[in-house]
């Protein structure tokens, strides 16, 4: 490159990397210690966007107009924007354990019905969970595909409140089913 990169802040000039893509904008600055070049991109009444470039892409560079009569970007006040990085971080291990509980509440290989019934369990008891194809509420009741009162297992008998509990949840979800599959069996009316 012929062009000393120090002497043209401020200058307009085409950049053309090793790509062949065109960059065009004002030379806002030039770090010689990590060698990039930063170009702003932004049109006239937008937001300053800017794009920086290692001057080891760059395949030529074009100064294009006269020097600039002050160096305007001496009177800008662009400064770079704090971001708290522990904030970023603990929202990203909040949304990775968000993702994760949500993977556990999803069946592997189990059918429809399955699903609803688990959906249906752990809106009314948050301890319940899968283990296999098994739904198994509170560490005490599982109930077992294909997911019908009659299989229903309690670890503490039948008559455990906690299986009362989850056979009356099962009863009221296979009405909700048969009632949805006979109002869509329905066709005119």
């Known amino acids: 490159m012929s062009v ?93 354990a968000q993702k994760e509980k949500t993977n556990v509440l999803i069946g592997k290989g189990v059918s429809e019905e399955g699903q609803f019934f688990f959906d249906l369990l752990y809106k009314t008891v948050s301890d319940t969970r899968w283990v296999d194809k098994a739904i198994v509420v509170l560490d005490d009741v599982q109930v077992l595909p294909p997911y019908k009162v009659e299989n229903i297992r309690s670890h503490s008998g039948t008559n455990s409140q906690s299986a009362a509990l989850v056979q009356k949840i099962i009863e009221r979800g296979w009405e909700k089913l048969e009632n949805a599959s006979e109002t869509n069996g329905r066709k005119g009316g």
């Not at 002497?7 to 600055?29: A, C, H, M, P, Q």
């Not at 991109?41 to 300053?48: L, S």
């Not at 002050?70 to 770079?80: A, C, G, L, Y």
């Open 4 to 96: 000393s990169l120090e002497n043209i802040l401020g200058f307009k000039v085409r950049v053309i990397n090793v790509l062949d893509e065109v960059t065009e904008g004002k030379v806002y600055s030039f770090n010689s210690s990590n060698s990039t070049l930063t170009l702003q991109t932004n049109k006239k009444n937008q937001q300053p966007s800017f794009k920086i470039i290692k001057c080891s892409f760059i395949k030529s560079l074009e100064v294009s107009g006269e020097k600039p009569a002050s160096n305007v970007f001496k009177r800008q006040h662009i400064k770079p924007t704090y971001i708290d990085v522990q904030r970023i971080d603990e929202a990203l291990k909040k949304k990775i």
